[in-house]
């Protein structure tokens, strides 16, 4: 853990440079050129002076979210020097190329230092999500309930819709019109009605999806999205609109094309 | 003469707290190809059942049913409803339009689901609408039309698939007396052109504008104006 202790104006020279988190160059306020001087936490180290070098976005992280924390980057020989012991270091990260195979090189470095536990990052990530797995299976949970809801609800409208146009129905079946080509009306109907709710609640989700980010964007200053619609959930829901507008359809259209068409204009 | 419904022996019963009410009790029933009859009776006596049967709307519980040399008795839903459809017109008490729907349209809705084209099937409407006197309405939808409109347009509906016989269940039961005789009188005209007319009425005054009478009380044929030999 570092402090920063002062800082001075746009001195640079030939100081070692560091990099300072958005959020933290605003709180200060820091601007690159700046001088700052830095000392270990945990040790009566003296000062040490850098210039900074440029700002940058902290990865967006949940797990860190709510930790009021910022962070600076140096240059690891600089970071060293700061160090009470010099030789040692609690945990670092190596970036691989992109599509690498994390494996080899975790055997090198555990060859070079013994001792030392090489962790993949979905590992980790994995180790450390437990909480969110637990969200995101409470999450899945609303959502089946929703859909279920969504589902008995679709049956209903169409139910009632049905219902109220049985006058209807029965004309077009004495008039000579086939129960299936009424059943087909009902079904694509109720198929439309879900789709187009199904777009509906994607628009709606989509907007929703927006203002929650920029408030809690606000409330935590992050770029972290807490609120995400891919174009895979609205294609689930789509598919799901279309499967449930189908079997609601179906169920009110069984209940009307079985009943003699004679007795449907009876209420 | 060509024999155009043939109902032997034709019985109905409907289930009721557990119980048959018995509407039809066996009728015998014969109308040849161009006649109109008109089926009369008190309401409860089984007209509109019998209407219902000989149409293919409904099957019998026992007897047989002939329409156009089809054993409707032996027909499956299907098969009467395809019936209904290129054979038989229908035209009810209560009109049974589709208000979503222009009289044009309603018009076209049996010759859509037979198959024909777009361009035939509004040529046919718009002829038919002319010829019920409703060729200024095309575009209205029934409820911005008068009862006896609507009666037109249901007519005219009926007529869609050139059916050869047409039914009509109290054709003017809804209608004021002048815009009844005005059905009465498309009637007529319908007939003349060799439509085979089956009618329903309680009216006396209406049953007698049919060429016979079939009366009816408590599920049976009591007197048949037309029945060789008979009353």
Not at chain 1, 84 to 89: E, I, L
Request: with cysteine; aromatic share 6%.
């Amino acid at each position: 853990m570092l402090t920063l202790l002062a800082v001075a104006a746009a001195l640079g020279g030939g100081l070692p440079q560091m990099l300072v988190e958005r959020r933290l160059a605003e709180a200060v306020p820091l601007h690159v050129g700046d001088t700052v001087s830095v000392r270990p936490l945990a040790s009566g180290a003296a000062l040490r002076p850098f210039v900074v070098a440029g700002v940058f976005e902290r990865p967006a992280d949940p797990s860190r979210i709510s930790r009021n924390e910022f962070e600076v980057r140096l240059h690891l020989p600089d970071l060293q020097a700061m160090l009470p012991a010099t030789d040692r270091v609690d945990r670092f990260a190596v970036v691989l190329a992109p599509g690498a195979d994390p494996s080899p090189a975790a055997r090198w470095i555990a060859g070079v230092a013994f001792g030392t536990a090489v962790f993949g990052s979905r590992d980790l990530a994995e180790e450390s999500s437990s909480t969110f797995r637990v969200v995101s299976r409470f999450h899945h949970a609303i959502g089946i309930v929703t859909i279920l809801a969504s589902g008995i609800f679709l049956l209903c409208v169409m139910t009632i819709r049905v219902d109220e146009r049985r006058r209807d129905m029965a004309t077009l079946r004495l008039v000579g019109v086939s129960r299936a080509t009424v059943f087909r009306a009902i079904v694509l109907e109720a198929i439309a009605i879900a789709v187009l709710g199904s777009a509906a609640g994607a628009g709606v989700g989509i907007v929703g999806a927006r203002i929650v980010n920029a408030y809690y964007a606000h409330v935590y200053d992050t770029t972290l999205r807490f609120a995400l619609v891919t174009p895979r959930i609205v294609l689930l829901a789509a598919l799901l609109g279309l499967g449930l507008g189908a079997a609601a359809g179906a169920l009110a259209a069984w209940r009307v094309v079985n009943v003699p068409p004679q007795r449907l204009g009876e209420r | 003469m060509t024999r155009v419904i043939d109902a032997r022996g034709v019985a109905k019963d409907y289930p009721y707290g557990g119980e048959a009410v018995h509407a039809l009790r066996g009728v015998d029933l014969g109308v040849d190809a161009g006649e109109w009859i008109s089926i009369v009776g008190p309401s409860g006596c089984g007209k509109s059942s019998l209407l219902n049967l000989l149409a293919g709307i409904d099957a019998p519980s026992s007897g047989t049913v002939e329409l156009l040399g089809r054993p409707l008795h032996a027909l499956r839903e299907a098969e009467r409803s395809r019936l209904r459809l290129r054979e038989v017109g229908f035209v009810f008490q209560r009109f049974h339009l589709l208000a979503v729907l222009t009289a044009q349209e309603n018009v076209e809705l049996p010759m859509s689901e037979a198959g024909i084209g777009r361009a035939e099937r509004r040529g046919r409407a718009r002829e038919l609408l002319e010829f019920v006197g409703l060729g200024h309405r095309v575009k209205h939808r029934p409820p911005h039309l008068s009862g006896g409109e609507q009666q037109r347009v249901a007519i005219a509906r009926a007529l869609a698939n050139r059916p050869r016989v047409l039914f009509a269940d109290e054709p003017t039961g809804e209608l004021d007396r002048r815009t009844g005789e005005e059905i009465l009188a498309l009637f007529q005209r319908v007939n003349a052109e060799g439509t085979t007319m089956v009618m329903v009425t309680h009216d006396p005054g209406v049953a007698a504008r049919a060429e016979r009478t079939v009366e009816m009380a408590d599920g049976l044929v009591v007197r048949d104006s037309g029945a060789k030999g008979g009353s």
